[in-house]
């Protein structure tokens, strides 16, 4: 299997790109994520690969980090999301919008991404829901003003009281900037009880 590769980007036909190595040319596809990170005509890349053997064809696909290749392997494993569709889900929304409409399951984010419908973007929130955190992918959420170690402690507390990550997110959203961990805990816990 071809795992990374590195070369000159020799083109850029978006979502398709060809990376000459060693005089060979490849053709990678890649979501927009990448594509809109990629250097200059004539300049040296690396992208991370995944490969697709098929009856009729050998596709190369390429990403700028190992999170969009992680995130492009979990999609194409879910039955009927196919390379297209992963690539376009990627192009539309990177990889920690992803994780975040999976943790809080927002279809609507999803909808919003074309070829993506109500039943496609709920079966999607449905399967992803576990296999992103077991790949190591989960969301980094920005709660206003909190600090990001602050919300960090906060929002494991929550989740280690039971509560799940869409009711921990939503009382946070909440908390006053630059609060002190035991003070977000406290006012997290009084506003989950009101619900």
């Known amino acids: 299997m071809i795992g990374r590769i590195s070369g000159l980007l020799i083109e850029k036909n978006p979502p398709q790109i060809t990376v000459d190595v060693g005089g ?3 053709e990678l596809e890649v979501p927009m994520s990448t594509f809109y990170n990629l250097p200059a005509l004539g300049e040296k890349v690396s992208l991370v690969t995944h490969l697709v053997v098929r009856e009729d064809a050998h596709c190369l696909y390429g990403f700028g980090g190992a ?9 194409v494993r879910i039955s009927g999301i196919g390379a297209r ?10 990889v920690n919008e992803l994780a975040q409409a999976v943790a809080l399951q927002e279809s609507a984010r999803l909808v919003k991404v074309p070829g993506i419908g109500k039943k496609t973007a ?3 929130l449905l399967e992803l829901k576990d296999k992103l955190k077991t790949a190591g992918l989960s969301a980094k959420v920005s709660h206003g003003g909190t600090p990001p170690d602050a919300a960090s402690d906060i929002l494991n507390a929550l989740l280690a009281l039971g509560y799940n990550e869409r009711e921990a997110q939503g009382a946070m959203k909440a908390l006053p900037a630059d609060i002190a961990v035991s003070d977000g805990i ?10």
Do not use: C, M
């Open 85 to 94: 569709t992963a690539l376009a889900l990627l192009s539309g929304l990177s």
């Open 24 to 26: 060979v040319g490849y």
């Open 186 to 195: 406290r006012q997290a816990l009084k506003s989950l009880s009101k619900n």
């Open 67 to 75: 999170d969009e290749r992680i995130a492009f392997r979990q999609l």
């Open 122 to 124: 709920e079966r999607l």
